[in-house]
C-alpha cells in the first residue's frame, strides 16, 4: 500500500563533499611524508690538455707559489711571510709579481690546511688584481 500518493520519492544522491575531504588529507599526507632526494654528486668529465715542456718554460716566469702549511703558515716563493692579513698578502703578492700585470698564482696548500688560509690567499689575490689562480695537487699512482 502506498500511502503517499501525492509525494514523489527523493532520488538517491552521491555526496562528493566528504570524498573531497578524504582526498585532500591523503594529499597532504603523501606531500608530508614524501622525500625529496637531492643530488649526492654530479657526474662530470673534466677536459684534458696536452702541455708541453716549451709551455712550462713560458709559463714559469710569470708564476707565483703559495704554500700553505698545515698550520696555517704561508710562504710565497720560497719566503716564510709572517703575516696573515689579507692586506699583509696583497702586498706580498704583489712584490713578488715584479710589476707583471697578470701572473698566475699557484697555491700548494696542504691536506690538512684550513679552508680559510686558502680563502684568504684567493681574496688577497682578487685584491691585488690578479684573476688566474689555480691549485696544485699530487698525483696518487705508479710513477714511471
Known amino acids: 500500500m502506498n500511502f503517499r500518493r501525492g509525494q514523489k520519492q ?68 720560497h719566503r716564510p711571510i709572517k703575516f696573515t692579513s689579507i692586506e699583509g698578502l696583497r702586498d706580498a703578492l704583489r712584490s713578488a709579481a715584479r710589476n707583471q700585470d697578470n701572473p698566475i698564482i699557484v697555491i700548494s696548500a696542504d691536506a690538512k690546511a684550513t679552508h680559510q688560509s686558502v680563502i684568504t690567499i684567493m681574496e688577497a689575490a682578487r685584491t691585488a688584481g690578479y684573476s688566474q689562480v689555480t691549485f696544485t695537487t699530487e698525483t696518487t699512482g705508479t710513477s714511471q
Not at 562528493?16 to 622525500?35: A, K, R
Not at 714559469?60 to 698545515?70: H, L, N
Open 10 to 77: 527523493e532520488e538517491p544522491e552521491i555526496n562528493l563533499v566528504p570524498m573531497i575531504d578524504v582526498l585532500l588529507v591523503i594529499l597532504i599526507f603523501l606531500v608530508v611524508t614524501t622525500t625529496y632526494s637531492k643530488f649526492s654528486e654530479l657526474e662530470i668529465t673534466l677536459p684534458q690538455a696536452a702541455a708541453t715542456e716549451e709551455d712550462h718554460a713560458a709559463d714559469a716566469s710569470k708564476m707565483i707559489d703559495v704554500s700553505v702549511s698545515a698550520t696555517g703558515d704561508y710562504i710565497i716563493n
